[in-house]
T-cell receptor, first 111, second 115 residues
Framework: QKEVEQDPGPLSVPEGAIVSLNCTYS??????FMWYRQYSRKGPELLMY????GNKEDGRFTAQVDKSSKYISLFIRDSQPSDSATYLCATYSGGYQKVTFGTGTKLQVIP | NAGVMQNPRHLVRRRGQEARLRCSPMKGHSHVYWYRQLPEEGLKFMVY????????ESGMPKERFSAEFPKEGPSILRIQQVVRGDSAAYFC?????????????FGDGTRLSIL
């Protein structure tokens, strides 16, 4: 079993839709949870970063962590064509432990 | 550009040749990480280095692959006697000296193609 599972998609939505992206993880030691956005032929770009359970909002983006069910979510409101990219969830336990990434979900927002 | 710089952006090698990938971390960052990304797969951790030290190489293949981060100059990921299966995008990330392995900032990668 992979430490972090993520549906690869692709996910196709109309412009203005609410997008829900999800990951599950297996290691209960994971404490820090991140979402990256990766455009084609580019490096991952940090979007959201949360510690432990709860919600964090930044503009149109909301990250949600439920440690009891080991479930990570990213919501995108009022989706735009410029949001079309691959979204990677990532997590680590803290200190100098390595970061583990999901495989990424490819999102396409259609104008 | 104060970001993580990787070069070359594209590298083509024939089977059996050596590939050298370079990474200059962000200014003030002393931790460097190398990841490999295969098509339709996520980022796979390879190695974590600080200046002149390898901290964690648990993701590195045991043979043909090596990495260094010298006191002066960029970090180098070296692949000897490349094979077709080494074709991938290789990303470098860096983080500040404090706070453990976070936050990590990524370069735009080197795309290695093996003929």
């Amino acid at each position: 079993q992979k430490e972090v599972e993520q549906d690869p998609g692709p996910l196709s939505v109309p412009e203005g839709a609410i997008v829900s992206l999800n990951c599950t993880y297996s290691n209960s030691a994971f404490q820090y949870f991140m979402w990256y956005r990766q455009y084609s032929r580019k490096g991952p770009e940090l979007l959201m970063y949360t510690y432990s359970s709860g919600n964090k909002e930044d503009g149109r983006f909301t990250a949600q962590v439920d440690k009891s069910s080991k479930y990570i979510s990213l919501f995108i409101r009022d989706s735009q064509p410029s949001d079309s990219a691959t979204y990677l969830c990532a997590t680590y336990s803290g200190g100098y432990q390595k970061v583990t990434f999901g495989t990424g979900t490819k999102l396409q927002v259609i104008p | 550009n104060a970001g993580v710089m990787q070069n070359p952006r594209h590298l083509v090698r024939r089977r059996g040749q050596e590939a050298r990938l370079r990474c200059s971390p962000m200014k003030g960052h002393s931790h460097v990480y190398w990841y490999r990304q295969l098509p339709e797969e996520g980022l796979k951790f390879m190695v974590y280095l600080q200046k002149e030290n390898i901290i964690d190489e648990s993701g590195m293949p045991k043979e043909r692959f090596s990495a260094e981060f010298p006191k002066e100059g960029p970090s180098i990921l070296r692949i000897q006697q490349v094979v077709r299966g080494d074709s991938a995008a290789y990303f470098c990330a860096s983080s500040p000296s404090k706070g453990g392995v976070w936050p990590q900032h990524f370069g735009d990668g080197t795309r290695l193609s093996i003929l």
